[in-house]
């Protein structure tokens, strides 16, 4: 009897370390299995779009602003700038004759067909400014995805997104088109004026090719800060 009772507490000890030893192996398994998986992970299409289309969308859209009303030049409001001519030349305003001392203030009015025609672009603010114009911002262009083109894998965490996007215009935008008809009929400098500072543009150009870094955080892939 006490000879089995030894023969059984040897068994038992025995058995403990070799549980443990499984144990440890099946733990060393499980975490090669996850990292391996991991490792496959990439960053898939749709979110892919998405963060692009993201990134797209905080650029904002192009818009010019202009006023109604006695407009005061200024350093911030020029209103003998091309972008005015620009929208009377098009019937959107009237330009009056200029006022006040040394011709500091022009009447400007919105006409009919300017009020139609804002009508037809959606996202037009209109505020009213404590010296009385009115103050219009109006959307002219916004960047839309053509196509993302590849995903680059450098590591489990870190990817590179290729795509590339086109302008949408509105009706605004096609009047402000650098190569087109209405931009193109004011001189070099009108042009570049427009260019620089008003929203004209190449809008109907090839698309425009980009790439971006992106890393991958706790909640998910994100444009690379660094």
């Known amino acids: 009897m006490f000879e089995q009772e030894i023969e059984m507490e040897k068994r038992e000890s025995s058995v403990v370390p070799l549980l443990l030893m499984v144990a440890l192996i099946l733990t060393i398994v499980g975490l090669a299995g996850y990292y391996l998986i991991q490792n496959r992970k990439v960053l898939a299409?749709?979110?892919a779009t998405k963060i692009v289309n993201s990134a797209l969308s905080a650029q904002g859209d192009v818009t010019l602003e202009f006023r109604t009303g006695m407009v005061k030049s200024s350093?911030?409001?020029?209103p003998h700038d091309p972008h005015y001519r620009l929208l009377e030349k098009e019937g959107l305003i009237k330009l009056g004759k200029d006022t006040g001392p040394y011709g500091t203030t022009v009447p400007v009015a919105l006409t009919d067909k300017g009020r139609s025609f804002?009508?037809?672009i959606s996202g037009v603010s209109q505020t009213r400014d404590k010296d009385g114009t009115d103050v219009y911002i109006v959307?002219?262009?916004q960047?839309?995805?053509t196509t993302v083109s590849a995903i680059k894998m450098i590591s489990p965490?870190?990817?590179t997104i290729d795509y590339t996007w086109n302008w949408q215009t509105n009706a605004l935008g096609e009047l402000l088109d650098a190569a087109g008809p209405t931009v193109k009929s004011f001189n070099t400098w009108d042009r570049a004026t427009l260019i620089q500072k008003?929203?004209?543009?190449f809008y109907h150009g090839g698309p425009t090719s980009v790439a971006i870094a992106v890393n991958k955080t706790d909640t998910g892939?994100?444009?690379a800060t660094e």
């Open 198 to 201: 008003y929203g004209a543009n």
């Open 143 to 145: 960047r839309k995805l």
């Open 118 to 120: 804002l009508k037809q």
């Open 157 to 159: 965490t870190r990817a």
């Open 75 to 78: 350093v911030a409001e020029k």
């Open 221 to 223: 892939w994100q444009i």
């Open 45 to 47: 299409m749709d979110e």
């Open 139 to 141: 959307p002219v262009a």
